[in-house]
Nanobody, 122 residues
Framework: QLVESGGGLVQAGGSLRLSCAAS????????MGWFRQAPGKEREFVGAISRSGDTTEYADSVKGRFTISRDNTKNTVYLQMSSLKSEDTAVYYCAANRFPGIATRIGGYDYWGQGTQVTVSS
């Protein structure tokens, strides 16, 4: 089970940190990713982190502004978002897989959270 938290309303240029708590599986065996879906758009890749946390990958649209990290002792993955823009407004989803590397496609993930809304006001 994946449960996201930390979403909310923030002004453009502000920051927000999302958390995703995992349960039911050995967290360090899971690769983790973040996706988002804006109204009327398809769900898109935001970023991902490997099982150990030593490898990350980001979508070009968030590179340099968003940072993914994980704490395997707390079974939690984080998405630190800075310099937020109105186009970052979306429902953000946490996802997990049993793949040893980095997955950037929706089909590469086995488990999904329910999503948390992030709204950036301009």
């Amino acid at each position: 089970q994946l449960v996201e938290s930390g979403g909310g309303l923030v002004q453009a240029g502000g920051s927000l940190r999302l958390s995703c708590a995992a349960s039911g599986r050995t967290f360090s065996d899971l690769g983790m990713g973040w996706f988002r879906q804006a109204p009327g758009k398809e769900r898109e890749f935001v970023g991902a982190i490997s099982r150990s946390g030593d490898t990350t990958e980001y979508a070009d649209s968030v590179k340099g502004r968003f940072t993914i990290s994980r704490d395997n002792t707390k079974n939690t993955v984080y998405l630190q978002m800075s310099s937020l823009k109105s186009e970052d407004t979306a429902v953000y989803y946490c996802a997990a897989n049993r793949f040893p590397g980095i997955a950037t496609r929706i089909g590469g993930y086995d488990y999904w959270g329910q999503g948390t809304q992030v709204t950036v006001s301009s």
